[in-house]
Structure formats: structure tokens, C-alpha cells
């Protein structure tokens, strides 16, 4: 079973950002959280990840609480294009088994003209 | 850099028939792992090779399911005799271990259809 939980849909207007939730309180000191986002019909696609400090990147920033039990991913400025699953996954990134992306639910974005 | 490339992208067969999947991992990759889209069940992996050794196939649903990896640049699944459920999209993916997070790279799917 997946180790996060996340609302199973969300709406947003485009222009404007888009904040998607993830809780992982059962989170290990050596786990990773990591988001990927899919496209109707298209792979997985990776879009960042971290490990307790805030992180950004030209896609995205992930906001992780202090206590490490949920983060927030933002797009900050959400297009049509952005509509898509999003799947917040925790992982530790090279220990054997551990180490594999196990998908949940995510959340389907919305976003709207 | 050229991405995961998987073969073919749609194939539709009759059951019975044997489907073999293919794919070409980002070069200098040393993981490849094989995941399966449903609607019911979500994306799930089926095994995973490290340096072209199966590491875990814990996932592969049956026996008519095999996967090899004969060199770091191609992997096969195979599925032999297919069945309608087997219908699903498959992914490819792979990642590098010594990359910052190890990050996994997907490739586009190959959408099984099996009548």
C-alpha cells in the first residue's frame, strides 16, 4: 500500500497557483518524498523531490513541513497543460526494494480557463 | 538525451497469442524496472533489474509473464499465451543509482489491447 494520502481531485484556475497536498505521517527518517505527475496517456513524469528542505526547480516547488508528515507540492503559475494526476510518492532513493516508486491514487488536477 | 524508448506503442492481439514488449533504457542507466497501468489497479511494478540482473519479480502476476534483460540497453517482456485481462499498458522506466535521488525516468507505455 502506498505510504501518503492525497485529496482525490482538485480544481484550479489557470494563472493562478496550484497547490496539491500530501500526507506521509508515517514517513522514515531516510524516505525521500518524491512527486510525479501523469498526462492522459502519456508516462510518468518526474517532477521533483526532497528530503526536508524546500525545494525548487523551472517546474515546481515542494514545501515539506518541519515535522516531515506532509508537503505541499506548487505550481505557481497553473496552464491547461498542467492538468494531470499527481502522485506524491516516499521512497528511499538506493535501498534495494525500498527504493521503488509505489503509485497510489494522486490527485487529478484540474485546471480550468 | 533520448528518453526510455519502448516498442511498439499499441498492439492489439488475440488471445493465445504471445506479446513481447520492448524497451531501450536512457544509456549508462543501471535500473530498469517494468510497471503495468489499469484502471482497476492502478500502476504497479512487476519486477526490476539492476545491472541486467532481476533483483524482484514479485510483482509478475503468473508464470505466463517473463521479462530478461540480456544487456544494459534492451529488456523484453513477454507474455505467453495472453489472455484479455492481461490488457493493460505497460511502462518501462529506468534510473541511474549514483544521480542525485536516483530519480526514475519513464518511458511512453506500449498499450496492450488483447481480444
Known amino acids: 500500500d502506498a505510504k501518503t494520502t492525497q485529496p482525490p481531485s482538485m480544481d484550479c484556475a489557470e494563472g493562478r497557483a496550484a497547490n496539491l497536498p500530501c500526507n506521509h505521517s508515517?514517513?522514515?527518517?531516510?524516505?525521500?518524498v518524491y512527486w510525479y505527475r501523469q498526462i492522459h496517456s502519456q508516462g510518468p513524469q518526474y517532477i521533483i523531490h526532497?528530503?526536508?528542505n524546500n525545494e525548487t526547480n523551472e517546474m515546481a516547488s515542494l514545501i515539506i513541513t518541519e515535522d516531515r508528515k506532509s508537503s505541499t507540492l506548487i505550481l505557481p503559475h497553473a496552464t491547461l497543460r498542467d492538468t494531470a494526476v499527481y502522485y506524491c510518492?516516499?521512497?528511499?532513493?538506493?535501498?534495494?526494494?525500498?527504493?521503488?516508486?509505489?503509485f497510489g491514487k494522486g490527485t487529478k488536477l484540474s485546471v480550468k480557463p | 538525451d533520448a528518453g526510455v524508448i519502448q516498442s511498439p506503442r499499441h498492439e492489439v492481439t488475440e488471445m493465445g497469442q504471445e506479446v513481447t514488449l520492448r524497451c531501450k533504457p536512457i544509456?549508462?542507466?543501471?535500473?530498469l524496472f517494468w510497471y503495468r497501468q489499469t484502471m482497476m489497479r492502478g500502476l504497479e511494478l512487476l519486477i526490476y533489474f539492476n545491472n541486467n540482473v532481476p533483483i524482484d519479480d514479485s510483482g509478475m502476476p503468473e508464470d505466463r509473464f517473463s521479462a530478461k534483460m540480456p544487456n544494459a540497453s534492451f529488456s523484453t517482456l513477454k507474455i505467453q499465451p495472453s489472455e484479455p485481462r492481461d490488457s493493460a499498458v505497460y511502462f518501462c522506466?529506468?534510473?541511474?543509482?549514483?544521480?542525485?535521488?536516483?530519480?526514475?525516468?519513464f518511458g511512453e507505455g506500449s498499450w496492450l489491447t488483447v481480444v
Open positions: 526532497g528530503l526536508k
Open positions: 544509456s549508462g542507466h543501471d535500473y
Open positions: 508515517t514517513i522514515s527518517g531516510n524516505e525521500y
Open positions: 522506466a529506468s534510473s541511474f543509482r549514483r544521480h542525485s535521488g536516483n530519480t526514475i525516468y
Open positions: 510518492i516516499v521512497r528511499v532513493p538506493l535501498e534495494g526494494s525500498q527504493g521503488n516508486l509505489i
